[in-house]
């Protein structure tokens, strides 16, 4: 079954050891902000640095792991059809578009919609780590700078994970207009046993 989660929202939900999760941008240049926990022992969670550090790119696609903060794979990449994601940058949070957009008053945020909806598993915002950011081209120039690009997905992209642990998993439509080419869409999302 499809689940849809309403742009600029957010779920959290538990994904068992071999089940498959598909992410789905459905009307393309939508980004998806996914965190993962191990189900028995929140305290270990998805690492944007080990990750980096044991994949050896910044480009995380088809063929990689996602590594926990204790060097432990969390889930592998089976499927991805667009192929540009993002693992540097933090969910988008009120400061973000406080800072960096000069927004005032309330803004729908990644962060918020994270842990809003991880709040049922004792997870506490202070727990949540550097999302791993499904679809989000970020472009790093030789000098080092960083720039949010318009998605590259297309409608009906995805992506396909594998869970090799029990894990508790945080997801959202982004909520953060640079990353999203200017607009907020919904995103899908499908849970399927191996076999």
Known sequence: MVNEIPKQSGTAFKLKKG?????????GQQVSDL???NAQDIREKISSGKTLDFEE???I?????????????????????????DFLL??????????MYGHKGYHPSCFENLYTHLAPFKI?????????????????????????????SKAGDYIEFIAL???IVGLT???????????????????????
């Open 35 to 37: 965190v993962l926990f």
């Open 61 to 85: 696609t088809k063929g990689h792991y996602l590594w926990s903060n204790r060097s432990n794979k969390m889930m592998e990449i089976t499927e991805d059809t667009n192929g540009r994601n």
């Open 165 to 167: 642990m029990d894990v």
């Open 124 to 152: 506490q915002p202070d727990d949540i780590p550097t999302a791993f950011n499904i679809f989000m081209n970020v472009q790093v120039a030789s000098n080092g700078q960083l720039s949010v690009d318009p998605p590259t």
């Open 19 to 27: 089940e498959k999760l598909r992410v789905i941008d459905p009307l």
């Open 90 to 99: 933090a969910p988008c949070s009120p400061e973000t578009f406080s800072i």
């Open 57 to 59: 790119t910044i480009f």
């Open 173 to 195: 439509a982004c909520s953060a207009e640079d990353s999203n080419g200017g607009s907020f869409k919904p995103i899908q999302y499908e849970i399927r046993a191996t076999h």
